[in-house]
């Protein structure tokens, strides 16, 4: 099967976010078993301090910036590129004098 070739790389732009929010689920399911695994261990052995939480509660901030990376962070456009070479003069005057 021959891949179909959209302008742009659309294509590719879409396949760069679905793998994205597959490795996220990913990581949503290793968080919890592993989380589970280590609340288990924590209750079986008496409890006490409640040690886990500090893994829990890290490991919540990284899955929180990652969901943010996958499902809120705007895509570079065409639009921001043109912007950004704008700033820099063009692109092409910083090898002048070199």
């Given at each position: ?6 302008p742009g790389g659309t294509r ?81 005057r910083s090898m002048e004098g070199?």
């Amino acid at each position: 099967m021959e891949a179909i070739e959209h302008p742009g790389g659309t294509r590719e732009q879409a396949l760069e976010r679905l793998k994205k929010r597959r490795d996220f689920q990913g990581h949503i399911v290793a968080y919890v078993v592993v989380n589970a695994a280590l609340w288990a261990i924590w209750a079986v052995t008496g409890g006490g301090y409640p040690w886990p939480a500090w893994v829990t509660g890290g490991w919540a901030i990284g899955l929180l910036l990652n969901f943010w990376d996958v499902y809120m962070r705007a895509p570079i456009t065409d639009a921001d590129v043109e912007r950004e070479m704008s700033r820099m003069g063009g692109g092409d005057r910083s090898m002048e004098g070199k």
